[in-house]
């Protein structure tokens, strides 16, 4: 009611020359709960006639044109539509957070932390002869192999790419020191680091041959350096004379698909060999499987085509991660 008797009130002069049509008057259904209702448009500077009596309304109206006609303003609620400035300030940590461990995963390279892994659990799997193997000390001692085994990975792979900044500029662009992502002084201080932890492990565990081993991967990962087939552009142009850019790339290719065929081969035959039945059959019937499947990919590789190559080294670390579950196999 007390809607209606205001708009039934006669207006001013200002506001009679903006009265909408009967069929618009309908608006004022429309309106919300507002706290305050003496205001009108600023440019008005005028309070609506008898407004004073409906302090549960609030009511401003715009300036009516012919092309919106009247325009309603909802009243305000007492909650912004906003985001909270503590909810704002969480989802920018947790993005920045996300493309922290972006640029790490990147940088870890995922493909020989998966291998090592594997590699890790394969051989631990190989001194199991019965079920009642698997006790706590295993799985303590699998544990601590497998933890400072990764943090020496991340320091190796680091490594490689802290020494080939400017080639992976043009072989590896999306690594995290040649995009700049990470710069020289970060990539330093993460490689010490999990260098420092893989031996601190090894060391606070007590045990001598996971020393030696994480030694010995220290010594080759330091001395490691790639001169593998899709790094021949970055190597050629840097003046590293590898084994692809001395002898090219198609003899070098088909030099390392040969070794990786006799290794299988090696196996079918040790697995043919065998005294123990339930080994033979997989195992030789598995390393067949992979040999097949590594001379078919070859033969289509296009050696002139980096992503083809690329490819094909993935296809590698794929058989690597096969290799690793059937080496518990062999008996």
Known sequence: ???????????????????????????????????????????????????????????????????????????????????????????????????????????????????????????SVLSIEKFADFSQPFFTGLLQALISALFMNIYIVGLNQLFDIEIDKVNKPTLPLASGEYSFRTGAAIVSVFAIMSFGIGWVVGSWPLLWALFVSFILGTAYSINDIPDVEGDRIFGIRSFSVRLGQKPVFWTCVCLLEMAYAV?????????????????????????????????????????????????????????????????
Request: charged share 15%; with cysteine.
């Open 1 to 123: 009611m007390a809607v209606d008797s205001l708009l039934l009130r006669p207006l001013s002069p200002q506001l009679r020359l903006l009265s909408p049509t009967a069929s618009s008057r309908g608006f004022c259904s429309q309106l919300q709960y507002h706290k305050k209702c003496n205001t009108i448009d600023k440019s008005w500077k005028e309070t609506v006639a008898g407004c004073h009596t409906n302090k549960h309304m609030g009511l401003r109206i715009e300036r009516f044109t012919r092309s919106n006609g009247w325009r309603h303003l909802n009243a305000t609620s007492e909650h912004s539509l906003e985001p909270e400035p503590e909810a704002y300030t969480f989802m920018k940590l947790w993005n920045i957070l996300l493309s922290s461990l972006n640029v790490f995963y990147r940088f870890s390279r995922p493909h020989t932390v998966i291998g090592t892994a594997l590699s890790i659990v394969s051989v």
């Open 267 to 331: 196996a079918i035959v040790a697995g043919a060999t065998s005294t123990c039945l339930w080994s033979k059959f997989p195992t030789v019937l598995g390393h067949a499987v992979l040999a097949l499947i590594l001379w078919n990919n070859a033969r289509s590789v296009s050696l002139t085509s980096k992503a083809a190559i690329t490819s094909f080294y993935m296809l590698i670390w794929k058989l690597f991660y096969a290799e690793y579950l059937l080496i518990p196999l062999i008996r």
